[in-house]
């Protein structure tokens, strides 16, 4: 028996343009998971590890709006994106 969870992958984008709330762009388990992970690394876009954080975003629908709950979290997130950026760039 495997024991092993299967990968859960949620994407976010954000648009400092407008004042909307960070979007669900992606979401998924398994071989979609890894293809969400995948697509990620292949355009260099930071991949932050939380479980808690994506088994919340993962009820959330695609292209739906974070729930003002979960900014915290999110900014969080966000942050550590913003940190990754400057210290490749």
Not at 1 to 14: F, H, P, Q, T, W
Not at 16 to 30: I, Y
Not at 40 to 52: F, L, R, S, T, Y
């Amino acid at each position: 028996m495997n024991n092993k969870k299967r990968k859960e992958a949620v994407a976010l984008s954000y648009s400092q343009d407008r004042f909307d709330a960070p979007k669900v762009t992606a979401k998924g388990k398994g071989l979609i998971a890894e293809n969400i992970l995948e697509k990620a690394k292949e355009n260099g876009v930071p991949i932050q590890e939380d479980p808690a954080l994506v088994a919340l975003l993962g009820q959330l629908d695609t292209n739906e709006a974070i729930p003002e709950e979960l900014y915290q979290a999110v900014a969080e997130v966000f942050a550590f994106i913003y940190r990754a950026d400057r210290a490749s760039g």
